[in-house]
């Protein structure tokens, strides 16, 4: 069993499975056939969410910061390994809340709500009780932005079907 799972099933996530590469990234393969590992994506990005990972090949790092999508990374890299065609989204991945989460279990925080942009995470109000988060991945871009602040590491940005694996 992977490390991602492992995380799945305790319901604390890492904060983004090890080999998720920079937006508009080739698919894995192509990606480590023109990747020449200069670094060049993990020195542009101004958020710092792009860090040196396994084999010297840049990796999206969450805990570190958020994606803002401004492309800057496509633009340094010269070997065309991250590319950015019209109008492509920049990755599959979605947050998902994992059963870490607090409000899940009637404590009140709406922290990873305050820090979505998007308004993907909804709380619905529950008589009596604390409100629980919703995701709308529908609406979740993947920015990772809700990551590092929950207090507990209870989201994770991973594309759709790792989690069922
Ligand atoms: S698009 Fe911008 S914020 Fe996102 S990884 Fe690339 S350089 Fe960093
Ligand atoms: S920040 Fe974390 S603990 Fe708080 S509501 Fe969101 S997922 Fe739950
Ligand atoms: S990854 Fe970004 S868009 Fe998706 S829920 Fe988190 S903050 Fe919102």
Known sequence: MDVAR??????????VTAESRPPWALAEAAFLDRC??????VTACPTGVVRVGDGGYPTIDFSRGECTFCGDCV???????????????AWTMKARLGDACVAR???ECRICGEN?????IRFRPALGGISRPEMNEG???GCGACVAP?????IAVSNPMEGQQ
């Open 75 to 89: 633009t340094a890299c010269e070997t065309g390994a991250l590319r950015r065609e019209a109008d492509a989204p």
């Open 116 to 120: 979505c942009e998007a308004g993907a």
């Open 36 to 41: 020449s590992r200069c670094d060049a994506c």
């Open 150 to 154: 929950c207090p507990v590491g209870a």
């Open 105 to 107: 279990k009637g404590v």
């Open 6 to 15: 492992r995380g799945f099933l305790r319901g604390r996530f890492r904060s």
């Open 139 to 141: 609406i979740c871009t």
